[in-house]
Structures are given as structure tokens and as C-alpha cells.
């Protein structure tokens, strides 16, 4: 009996490795093998015609005397904390999504999510529209008040802050869709007795709402600070490689794109793309630790 038993759990066993095999095959080609092969990069570099050669921590010690590196540190980082600002205001959108009884509730949450859907190119060019110094909206509603609107998106000044907006604007959706679904799971017998007691709808919002939605809202901050750090594709369709603001705006990724393929310094390159990684580990680390002090679970 106990061997039919223990044919039985190694056959249940194969079984298990037979359906999770291909997922994991697929996460050991398309990311452990590029992460050891990056990290492998990085103590490297690539010589103009092929081949590498071995040169230790040199790349390392590039990326501590280089000027672009701290700027472009300091970008992602507010650009990331910029980003962050949506998840509060996304809390309040929800709440007033949620509202029982409020008309057309649906068609709101479709129009916060059409950027997520949106391809990013798409959404910088309905922005450079938006943003154009001659004659985009943003720089007329400023005329209208007596204000010479600035050049947005090609002053260092101020191309940060207008690529940060945009983040800001294309985040909200999602976030939005996520505290949806942890609003839903709320007892609604908790606004009423919190009613019963006399909490106006501020303090239900600031005593109940809120520590309820801590779980999801920690989880938009792992989120919404992985997807800072990634910043490209936006940065790069909105403001374009050749803008004279980009050596002043420009992110981590995008320093590691220019390093990669337009200096071909593939090995140094390789060495930005392990301190973004050490970096978005670091700060995941911090916030699965303070987390502990903020998140209700119960």
C-alpha cells in the first residue's frame, strides 16, 4: 500500500513538472539567461568588429565618475516620484467612482483606462500636440491669462516636469482599475455602522476607506516605482533622441539605449543595466520592510 502510494505521488509529481516545465523553461531562456549573460557583460568590453574581452570592475568604476550617471539617477527619481503622486488621487478618483448609485460609472473607468491601452508613441504625439510652443492648447489656455507659455518639451527647465505629467496621466487608469476591486471588497455594513456613530463621509474616507485599501495600495507602489525606473519609450517618443533638452532629461534606460546602440559600448551599458537592477531591488526591499508599519491586512 505505502509503495502504490509513493508511485502514486511521483506520478502526480511528473505530472506537475510536465505543465510547469514549459513555463519555466520559458522564464530561465528569456530572463535568468539574459540576467546572468548582462551581468557576465558587464565586467566586459566589446571590441568594433565582435568579440569581448575580459576587463573586470572598469565599467564599474565608469559608471562612478561619470556625470550623466547621477543625473540620470536623479531624473528616474523624480520622475518616479512624480508618478507616485497619481496613486493618492487615484484613491480619491476611485472613491467617487464608487459612489452607489453615480450614472455613466462605467464610461469613466473606460476613459481613465484608454491610456493604458493606448500605444505610447500614440500618447506622445496627442502630447506634443498639446504641449507644441506655437500653437498647442497648453501654451493657448496660458495666453488666455497673460502667461507666455514656455517650450515644454525642448527646455531642460522644464522637459522633466512635462514628461512627468504625462506619466502621472497615463498611470491613473490602472490604478484606478486596482483600487476599484479593492473598494468592491469592503463591507458596505462598515459605512453604515461608521454612519450610525456620526463619521461624516471626510472622516469614512480617512478612517475606513484608506487603511482598508493599504494592501492595494502597496501593491501600486511596487508597481508604480518598477515602471518609474523603466522610463524609455515615453521619454524617448515624446521628446525624440536628438531634442537639445534630452542630455539634461534623460533616464537610466535611456542612457543605457544610447551607451548600447548609439555608442556601442555594449559592456558599459551592460554595467547600467545592473545598477537599474540593484537600484529597483534596493527600493523594492525598503518598501516590503516599511510595509509592515502602513499595511492593514487585517
Do not use: C, H
Not at 528569456?30 to 558587464?42: G, I
Not at 564599474?60 to 508618478?83: F, G, K, M, S
Not at 488666455?144 to 522644464?158: N, T
Request: no cysteine; net charge neutral; aromatic share 16%.
Amino acid at each position: 500500500m505505502r509503495s502504490e502510494r509513493t508511485g502514486a505521488l511521483r506520478r502526480d509529481d511528473a505530472w506537475a513538472w510536465v505543465f510547469i516545465g514549459p513555463l519555466m523553461a520559458g522564464v530561465a531562456v528569456f530572463y535568468f539567461w539574459p540576467l546572468l549573460s548582462t551581468f557576465y557583460n558587464s565586467f566586459t568590453e566589446f571590441g568594433s568588429f565582435g568579440g569581448t574581452e575580459w576587463i573586470g570592475l572598469e565599467n564599474y568604476r565608469n559608471l562612478v565618475t561619470d556625470d550623466e550617471v547621477p543625473r540620470a539617477v536623479l531624473n528616474t527619481l523624480i520622475y518616479t516620484a512624480v508618478v507616485m503622486l497619481g496613486i493618492p488621487l487615484s484613491v480619491y478618483l476611485a472613491s467617487l467612482l464608487n459612489r452607489p448609485g453615480l450614472r455613466f460609472a462605467w464610461f469613466y473607468r473606460v476613459m481613465f483606462f484608454m491610456p493604458i491601452v493606448a500605444m505610447p508613441a500614440a500618447i506622445a504625439m496627442v502630447w506634443r500636440m498639446i504641449y507644441n510652443s506655437d500653437f498647442g492648447m497648453l501654451n493657448y489656455l496660458l495666453s488666455l491669462i497673460g502667461i507666455e507659455g514656455p517650450y515644454w518639451i525642448a527646455s531642460p527647465g522644464w522637459a522633466l516636469a512635462a514628461v512627468s505629467i504625462v506619466g502621472l496621466w497615463a498611470s491613473l487608469g490602472f490604478s484606478i482599475i486596482i483600487l476599484s476591486g479593492g473598494l468592491r471588497g469592503i463591507p458596505p455594513e462598515l459605512y453604515e455602522a461608521a454612519s450610525l456613530d456620526g463619521a461624516a463621509p471626510m472622516r469614512q474616507f480617512f478612517s475606513l476607506t484608506v487603511p482598508l485599501l493599504t494592501p492595494s495600495i502597496f501593491f501600486l507602489t511596487i508597481i508604480t516605482a518598477i515602471n518609474g525606473f523603466q522610463l524609455f519609450d515615453l521619454l524617448y517618443a515624446l521628446m525624440g533622441p536628438t531634442n537639445p533638452a534630452m542630455s539634461r532629461t534623460q533616464s537610466l534606460v535611456f542612457l543605457f539605449y544610447e551607451q548600447a546602440f548609439g555608442q556601442n559600448d555594449k559592456g558599459y551599458a551592460s554595467a547600467i543595466a545592473m545598477l537599474i537592477l540593484a537600484i529597483i531591488g534596493l527600493i523594492t526591499v525598503v518598501q516590503f520592510q516599511f510595509q509592515k508599519k502602513w499595511v492593514n491586512y487585517d
